[in-house]
């Protein structure tokens, strides 16, 4: 998620790209989103979460493995966590969740026996391949089983609500400032960028549910509920990249920084969407769409 500005400026050139991208990978998502073949987008997930692994591995190293100049240890800790990611997502395509599961857990386990043999912070190891693949299931499994058009819709919907809770959060805290959030985790967000950001996914998705002439009322709490979701999912990488003193996961994307830094706000809101959806019964477009 972008960061929230208060008092500083941003150079010209670096908002420019920051803009620039944001367009290119919103566009490319959304024509992943309706693509008549969901694999593809399950695919392109997988993609995303192994570039993602090689951020959260190098991330959470021990301060004594940072030392060491070998890289084989980091690769390997890719490779498995993004394996378990690949099999799980493939098994779930084929209507085993609970293989899929297995599998995540599996590669769980794996990252922490093989962290734990050069005593490199095995928990966080293990962690991010739930923290990964947890929200790629979510997001292919999102995808791909509601009916054609609730899935398309479902993961528009998703992407509309985290991406106008990012922008508004970014405008606002930009023009307003004002008092942090959370100072001691997240020094740039402030209360007004947050308050903002859910304003605007609150205004953008009433206009995506009047177009769909979907429920209003329980589409704006829906919302509400999706873009605060987003704003914990934000913290905690923030948290995290605090705990090991590192402002950016990595720098993949121009004026963004890495994919966990891009992608922090839809892994909370995918996985607690998925549970509403498969877990609570959610109607995914509120009965909005057949």
Excluded: C
């Amino acid at each position: 998620m972008q960061q929230q500005h208060s008092g500083l400026s941003v150079p010209a050139s670096e908002g420019v790209l920051r803009v620039l991208f944001g367009l290119f990978m919103a566009f490319i998502a959304l024509v992943l989103a309706v693509a008549p073949v969901p694999e593809l987008f399950a695919a392109m997930t997988v993609l995303a979460m192994v570039f993602g692994a090689r951020e959260w591995h190098r991330l959470v190293r021990s301060p004594e493995q940072r030392r060491i100049a070998d890289r084989k240890p980091l690769h390997i800790q890719t490779a498995i966590t993004g394996v378990s990611i690949a099999l799980a997502v493939m098994a779930l395509m084929l209507h085993q969740f609970p293989v899929a599961l297995v599998l995540i857990v599996g590669g769980a386990v794996a990252a922490f026996v093989m962290a734990r043999r050069r005593d490199d912070n095995p928990l966080w190891h293990a962690f991010g391949v739930l923290y990964l693949g947890l929200p790629a299931l979510a997001l292919a499994g999102l995808r791909a089983f509601p009916t054609a058009a609730q899935g398309t819709w479902t993961i528009v919907a998703l992407f509309l609500i985290v991406w106008s809770t990012d922008t508004g959060a970014l405008v606002f805290g930009k023009l307003i400032g004002g008092k942090k959030l959370w100072p001691a985790v997240s020094p740039g967000k402030t209360w007004a960028g947050t308050i903002g950001g859910t304003f605007t996914a609150l205004m953008v998705f009433a206009m995506f549910a009047g177009l769909l002439s979907l429920k209003m009322l329980p589409s704006l709490a829906f919302a509400a509920g999706l873009s605060i979701i987003a704003h914990l999912g934000d913290l905690f990488e923030s948290w995290v990249k605090r705990r090991f003193n590192t402002k950016d996961s990595g720098g993949l994307i121009p004026g963004h920084g890495g994919i966990l830094d891009r992608m922090d706000s839809i892994f909370a809101a995918s996985v607690a969407l998925a549970i509403m959806v498969f877990g609570l019964g959610l109607h995914p477009t509120f009965g909005g769409l057949s």
